[in-house]
């Protein structure tokens, strides 16, 4: 393997005075001892063996894993930047470090992203190819110090990423892991004093203040994955999940590939904070309702609640109190919600293992039910003997128009029917108790009527995209944000209705709304 003629210079600094990241153990206590393996244990014998084929030490071996995983290689499934198992092995535009351990080790692609042993078999090749191209040589690779930078450039990240991850790791390292793996294997990393070697690792703004919340850090995104400005006012904060590590995800941000972004996002082990979007400018986090939305990811993966850290947990929740006192976001359930929640979501993130009762109460607010509770992608019709969340939306709607249709239950029983019946001919709609999508349309364009034109947001606007949503039967975002897409369904409207097709929201297509025409 090449190896770099260039001389290498020692810069060491002791790692708990240089590194200013603390990650904290699985157990909350750094291990001290870490006694031969059993036989019987594939993790640890996978991370004996590949570390002695490719002379990576076992501990550092071990902690990247840690760092990329919690040791769950998910079965083979790719994490949000494409990469798989213990160590991470990624396929994407930036890096190809799947495809480099299956050059190295002679294995299969497939079997790499399966098979925990060769993953991390995989992983070594890649470390030891990284330390060969910066020219360790044997007496060096016996020495942890001298992988910082081999470490770093593992992530695939650079500059503040790259220092971000490595100092990750070395801080593993020295704290010590006593880590449990998903089938109860033990696996240990004795705590040691270490000094890593940086040079050639830039840390250059890998520490400054995020502009915005005074006790985070500053890692920018990369500038064409989310939009300079807003188009609505800020009213959610959404809870999401990485499906990755903290420092890759940061990374991922920075990919141009991506295509996704997070204002912050929030490490598991000891709840530090990073941003990458200021509050001003629209993050690429949550579809619809990114314009109006701030977005906090929590590194992890949704089906393994060993992520969700009481560190974390508490870390998240005075972020949030802090955006809620900044833009007067109510603390309840419907403006502080899952991904899963926000209207038209395909993704299931924060996931069942996420504690909203504890995180709510962290908060300082209610529990309640999350999401917008009259938003749906599509409107089904519903009459007698329905059920469910959209029949809860009509009571919510006809009860707040002066039309009794009794507790909203999401049962739609006798109450509901006779309430619909004098709503349908108020509206001088056929009177049959079913709601289809004539009476969809006048239930949710209900209420004031204010001149609507590109640019305007607000409560309005969401009442207009989804009558609008229910009136053409194609799903219109629901932001409050009157942009482009807003102004093209309604010209499609003001076409289909026969009115002035203006892509303005005056009397006439309120009124037509209303009418549920």
Request: net charge neutral; glycine share 10%; no cysteine.
């Amino acid at each position: 393997m090449p190896r770099s003629p260039v001389p290498r210079t020692r810069a060491r600094a002791s790692v708990l005075a240089a590194l200013t990241v603390t990650a904290l153990v699985a157990t909350g206590q750094p291990a001290s001892a870490a006694p031969a393996p059993p036989a019987a244990e594939p993790l640890n014998r996978a991370f004996d063996r590949a570390a002695q084929e490719y002379g990576v030490p076992r501990d550092l071996l071990a902690a990247v894993g840690y760092g990329e995983s919690r040791l769950d290689g998910h079965a083979g499934r790719p994490s949000q930047a494409n990469g798989y198992g213990v160590m991470h092995l990624a396929s994407n535009p930036e890096n190809r470090s799947l495809e480099k351990a299956a050059a190295l080790t002679g294995e299969p692609a497939d079997r790499l992203r399966r098979d925990t042993a060769a993953n991390i078999l995989g992983g070594a090749a890649v470390l030891r190819d990284h330390a060969d191209r910066l020219g360790l040589d044997r007496a060096e690779r016996r020495d942890v110090n001298a992988w910082y930078p081999a470490v770093a450039r593992y992530s695939e990240a650079e500059g503040p990423a790259a220092a971000l991850y490595a100092d990750t790791v070395f801080t593993f390292l020295a704290q010590g892991l006593d880590a449990t793996a998903p089938g109860g294997e033990k696996v240990r990393v004795p705590s040691r004093p270490v000094a890593p070697e940086k040079e050639g690792v830039s840390a250059t703004g890998a520490y400054a203040q995020s502009p915005d919340y005074p006790s985070g850090l500053w890692v920018p995104a990369y500038s064409g994955n989310f939009v300079v400005g807003r188009k609505a006012t800020v009213d959610k904060v959404i809870i999401h999940t990485t499906q990755g590590s903290y420092a890759g995800s940061i990374s991922w941000y920075q990919n141009p590939a991506s295509q996704v972004s997070a204002h912050y996002t929030i490490r598991s082990s000891d709840g530090e904070v990073t941003q990458s979007v200021r509050e001003k400018d629209t993050a690429w986090h949550a579809g619809s309702v990114n314009s109006s939305s701030v977005g906090i990811e929590h590194e992890g993966y949704v089906d393994n609640p060993a992520w969700y850290t009481e560190a974390m947990y508490r870390s998240s929740a005075a972020l949030t109190k802090h955006l809620a006192a900044r833009y007067s976001i109510p603390k309840d359930r419907s403006h502080i919600i899952g991904h899963s929640e926000a209207p038209g979501a395909t993704h299931t993130d924060p996931g069942p293992n996420w504690d909203w009762n504890y995180y709510m109460q962290l908060v300082g607010g209610s529990p309640g039910t999350g999401g917008d509770s009259l938003t749906f992608p599509s409107y089904a019709v519903q009459q007698s003997g329905s059920s469910g969340p959209q029949v809860k939306a009509i009571q919510q709607l006809l009860n707040a128009q002066g039309y009794t249709a009794g507790t909203a239950d999401g049962i739609f029983g006798p109450t509901t029917r006779s309430a619909t019946q004098a709503f349908q001919r108020a509206r001088s709609l056929t009177a049959d108790g079913a709601v289809g999508p004539k009476t969809w349309t006048a239930l949710l364009s209900a209420g004031t009527t204010p001149a609507l034109a590109r640019g305007s947001s607000g409560d309005a606007v969401k009442r207009l995209q989804r009558s609008l949503t229910a009136a053409l039967g194609t799903t219109v975002g629901v932001d409050g944000s009157f942009g482009p897409t807003t102004e093209t369904a309604v010209r499609d409207y003001q076409t289909g209705r026969g009115l002035s097709v203006d892509g303005k929201v005056g009397p006439a297509t309120w009124g037509a709304l209303q009418a549920g025409r």
